[in-house]
């Protein structure tokens, strides 16, 4: 078992009616002035920006809307610096899905700092405080939620990259699962392959414990059969509650505390299909999924062969009760493709003509050849081509 040192600050507050009981409390422990950033319109659908306005009738409010998904430096980190130093704001309510928490994260950390943004965001300037941040999410994914990272991609460069900073944290957040009942099928699942591949990206790592493994298997299988529940009945609290417990632990390292370092080796390679053709993150990461397993059973001699071999077994026995690696990764490939998750990157409208300049882009920036498996540039672009 390796060393751990961790510490997550974030208050959850989980459940029905969560907001409607306790965001005035929560708010009234910070000064007047509220940055409030969402998305683009699915919380005035729904009716959660009025409640949310309503509960903070005494605050002095502001407002950052139309952050995108896959979160863009250019406009919405800029614009919301902008906004929290010309009004001084004492508190960010990001309220949406990972992305909008994302960008409020950068925008928090950016904005208790003279220096570029940019040069925050990529760290090249470490982030010493940040403005106190609440957000209630209204999508079961990222875990951006009880963790202390951000995804922000800066379309010029096609650059997809993660902050980092204890300082992002947020100080509470708001978890109601009724929220989701309005998700599209398509951002459910994509929910569901991010969150399976966070858990994967921790399992898969040369030294593990017996407890984090069947932690974080329990999760997946957990996953596995509420979201055919959630399909069949979108407004099953029960189903919706139990994924969003997965999700909100799933990023924050608590399932695999002991375990040593993997590498993220299949978000390298999807940030930069996201980086370079706006994809939605979870569906990116279903189809890398199944081609990187088979890849690391090529690519891998000796002992390192006998681990992957035997991990990738192991994973596909415990969740889906298979036998032999080739099944597990059949496994997996054919449960995203049953409940309707495109498993090409045709599906998905990318072709081969920038396989090698992703590639490139991947393992200049990634380090992917200190991961668990190393992969260098030819096995980016093979794992990229076989996803074809
Ligand atoms: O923009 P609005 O109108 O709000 O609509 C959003 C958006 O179109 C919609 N949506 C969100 N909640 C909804 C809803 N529609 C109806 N009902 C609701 N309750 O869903 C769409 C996608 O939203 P987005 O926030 O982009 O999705 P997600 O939460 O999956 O976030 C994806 C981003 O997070 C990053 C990804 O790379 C991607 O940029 N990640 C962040 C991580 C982190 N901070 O720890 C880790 C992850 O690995 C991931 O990389
Ligand atoms: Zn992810």
């Known amino acids: ?45 729904s009716g959660l920006y009025d409640q949310v306005i309503d509960l903070l009738a005494d605050k002095e409010i502001y407002e950052l809307p139309g952050i995108a998904p896959n979160p863009k430096f250019n406009p919405s980190v800029i614009d919301g610096v902008r906004l929290c130093k010309e009004h001084s704001i004492d508190v960010i309510l990001a309220v949406g899905g990972g992305s909008v928490l994302d960008c409020t994260k950068a925008i928090a950390g950016a904005a208790c700092s003279d220096a570029d943004p940019w040069d925050v965001v990529t760290g090249k300037v470490p982030t010493l405080s940040a403005i106190p941040i609440v957000d209630i999410i209204t999508l079961a994914a990222t875990g951006s939620e ?35 009942f309005t998700l599209p099928v398509k951002q459910t699942l994509a929910g569901i392959a991010d969150c399976i591949n966070h858990i994967m990206e921790q399992y898969f790592c040369s030294e593990h414990i017996m407890m984090n493994d069947a932690f974080m298997t329990g999760a997946v299988r957990s996953l596995v059969a509420n979201v055919k529940k959630v399909l069949a009945q979108p407004d099953n609290y029960d189903a919706r509650a139990e994924i969003f417990y997965a999700t909100t632990l799933g990023c924050n390292g608590i399932y695999a505390l002991g375990n040593s370092a993997g590498g993220w080796p299949m978000h390298a390679i999807e940030h930069a299909l996201s980086g370079h053709y706006d994809i939605t993150h979870g569906e990116g990461l279903a189809i890398i999924t199944p081609r990187w397993m088979a890849h690391i059973l090529r690519c891998t001699e000796g002992e390192l062969h006998e681990q992957a071999v035997e991990r990738v077994t192991s994973f596909g026995r415990d969740v889906f009760g298979t036998t032999t690696a080739a099944e597990s990764i059949a496994a997996i490939h054919d449960f995203y493709k049953s409940i309707g998750i495109p498993m090409t990157l045709h599906d998905v409208c990318i072709d081969d003509s920038r396989i090698d300049e992703m590639a490139h882009h991947v393992a200049v920036n990634e380090g992917l050849e200190h991961a668990w498996v190393p992969l260098h540039e030819a096995d980016i672009a093979a794992i990229l081509r076989d996803s074809l």
Do not use: W
């Open 1 to 45: 078992m390796v060393n751990f040192d961790y510490q997550t600050p974030t208050r959850l507050i989980f459940g029905r009616g969560v907001v409607a009981e306790k965001l005035r409390d929560v708010m009234a422990q910070y000064g007047p002035r509220v940055l409030i950033t969402y998305g683009g319109g699915s919380i005035k659908r």
């Open 146 to 180: 009880y963790d202390s990272g951000a995804v922000i991609s800066r379309t010029e460069t096609c650059d997809k990259l993660a902050y980092f900073s204890r300082h992002v944290f947020p100080a509470v957040s708001f978890i109601d699962p009724t929220y989701t």
